[in-house]
């Protein structure tokens, strides 16, 4: 009886101490990670990089949630939805025609993943209310999104948008 006791707190000790793991199913866990990060993959190709809106907008609707929260460097408040995310993709479109988002790192965590990607374009429209400056941009910058149920329902964008300004002539 001695025994049994110490072997029961022995493995609650053990477990208070996490030495005791629950066995979980990697590979199910494994194939969600890569469907999510094959699913953020998707939209950098189809809806970033894509020149054609009509063609971007159809790959919104199939990977994003119609709720989609995106922040982003310089705004507090999220652009909410479809219609948000059309309006900041229409922003880009028209100051940067020939942007290109490539994607250096991906990495996947239970329903996040995170991108390190780099930024490459032309200031040739008007970017908000800033004139066209001509001038090629470069930005780095990292994305973290969350992904539930198969969509994308929210994007956090970081950049050093002060190198943007900076880039577009927004700053003398």
């Known amino acids: 009886m001695r025994n049994r006791v110490w072997l029961?707190?022995?493995?609650?000790?053990?477990?208070?101490?996490?030495v005791f793991i629950a066995p979980t199913n990697t590979t199910a866990q494994s194939t969600s990670l890569d469907e999510n990060k094959a699913l953020v993959q998707r939209y950098y190709d189809e809806i970033l990089n894509e020149t054609d809106a009509e063609l971007a907008n159809a790959a919104m609707l199939e990977i994003?949630?119609?709720e989609f929260?995106?922040?982003?460097?310089?705004?507090?408040?999220p652009e909410v939805g479809w219609d948000g995310l059309e309006q900041a993709l229409d922003l880009k479109r028209t100051?940067?025609?020939d942007a290109h988002f490539?994607?250096?790192?991906?990495?996947?965590?239970?329903?996040?993943?995170a991108v390190r990607w780099t930024f490459v374009g032309t200031n040739t429209g008007m970017y908000i209310d800033i004139p066209a400056s001509d001038n090629e941009v470069k930005l780095e910058g990292m994305d973290l999104f969350l992904v539930e149920d198969g969509k994308i329902t929210e994007l956090r964008r970081i950049f050093d948008i002060l190198s943007l300004a900076r880039q577009i002539n927004a700053m003398q």
């Open 69 to 77: 929260n995106f922040y982003h460097s310089g705004s507090m408040d």
């Open 95 to 97: 100051g940067f025609p």
């Open 8 to 18: 029961i707190g022995l493995v609650g000790l053990l477990l208070i101490l996490g």
């Open 102 to 113: 490539t994607v250096e790192n991906l990495l996947a965590e239970d329903d996040l993943v």
């Open 64 to 66: 994003v949630d119609s």
